[in-house]
């Protein structure tokens, strides 16, 4: 049997131990990838807790999804690669076909069939098998690290940046900035000419956005009761900022962010807490004629296009650690009590 080097989840919630396992040939349909970069996040490790899908039919399994490679083989039926390839993972698994596909908002599937790294085997390994409508060009001058960051970490925030259009005559107040979703929005949306107050619970974390960032973007302490005081303040009129981002899901932040926002305001919520909800009254809607914004994801043009930001130079990747196959369970373990800054990327 010829095999490979994988790090495998026994269950969910359970551990991380890297293992030798059969080599992923790739069926019909499928590509080869020879991983080069996968980041190591919040999300997957939300994924290896069971937030995704607690199935135990699913386990054993290779988490893994920020991934980007090099095309080692195709599989039958696959004329659009070639080995060789610099490829990026796209994250949902998704039918092509449906309007929403067709129409280009792959992240609205409505045959939407699961996730690279829980549904089917991810990029936790030297080889990952995808289907080849997963896979996606790496711009030239993007690293594979860079399009780790791009997969996931920058084009989320690029899909937010689009749903509620930021410019320049935004403010953007962004909750959790210093996460990698926080920190690449912060860049991003100050590229577009907003103000950005980039709000965070520490001050190790708050200065470190402080140094990967611009002087468009203000560092404020998200702690205390005072918050949607203290982001209204901050705004250049004291009107609030126009759009606020919970990349987080603490409810006293969302309401803080819901109250500080200015007239004709969108608070955008990334995190999907089944358990959490919020209601504001009928009232604030109209008053404000405030909208709440769901913001799912990312387009797969959408992945394309923060590679290649990364690759001009336009916005900085935020990753900090690298890591070997053995240091993946030791970074999740940091992720899930918060000791980490920046993102961590595995190069298999
Ligand atoms: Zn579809």
């Not at 030798?20 to 970069?37: F, I, K, M, N």
């Not at 577009?192 to 560092?219: E, F, I, K, N």
Request: net charge negative; glycine share 12%.
């Amino acid at each position: 049997m010829v095999t490979m080097n994988a790090v495998v989840l026994d269950e969910w919630g359970g551990s991380l131990d890297v293992a030798e396992v059969e080599h992923p040939g790739p069926g019909p349909g499928e590509v080869l990838v020879d991983v080069r970069a996968c980041g190591v996040t919040r999300t997957i490790e939300n994924a290896v807790q069971g937030g995704l899908s607690d199935d135990p039919a699913l386990t054993p399994r290779i988490p893994g999804h920020e991934a980007a490679g090099v095309v080692a083989e195709t599989g039958d039926g696959v004329p659009d690669w070639t080995p060789g390839d610099r490829v990026l993972a796209y994250f949902y698994l998704t039918c092509g076909r449906c309007d929403r596909c067709r129409r280009g908002h792959q992240n609205q599937c409505v045959n939407f069939d699961g996730w690279l790294g829980v549904q089917r085997e991810g990029a936790y390994a030297e080889y990952a098998s995808v289907p080849a409508r997963n896979l996606l060009p790496l711009p030239d001058g993007a690293s594979f690290a860079e399009g780790a960051v791009a997969s996931d970490g920058l084009a989320t925030p690029l899909h937010v940046c689009e749903r509620t259009g930021v410019d320049d005559t935004d403010t953007v107040l962004v909750v959790g900035a210093a996460g990698r979703i926080g920190i690449h929005l912060a860049q991003l949306a100050a590229n577009r000419g907003a103000h950005v107050l980039a709000a965070d619970v520490d001050d190790d974390r708050l200065a470190h956005v402080d140094d990967l960032t611009s002087d468009d973007v203000t560092p404020i302490d998200a702690r205390g009761g005072d918050f949607a005081e203290r982001a209204r303040e901050a705004t250049r009129f004291g009107e609030g900022p126009t759009v606020a981002v919970d990349t987080v899901g603490d409810l006293d932040t969302v309401r803080a962010a819901w109250d500080a926002l200015a007239m004709g305001g969108d608070l955008v919520t990334l995190t999907t807490h089944h358990e959490r909800s919020f209601a504001p009254q009928l009232a604030d809607f109209v008053v404000k004629e405030a909208s709440v914004v769901g913001s799912r994801y990312a387009t797969m043009d959408q992945v394309v296009r923060a590679a290649r930001l990364l690759a001009d130079d336009r916005v900085d990747a935020d990753y900090t650690t690298t890591v070997g196959l053995d240091g993946v369970a030791d970074y999740h373990a940091a992720l899930r009590v918060g000791e980490t800054h920046g993102m961590g990327v595995l190069e298999p």
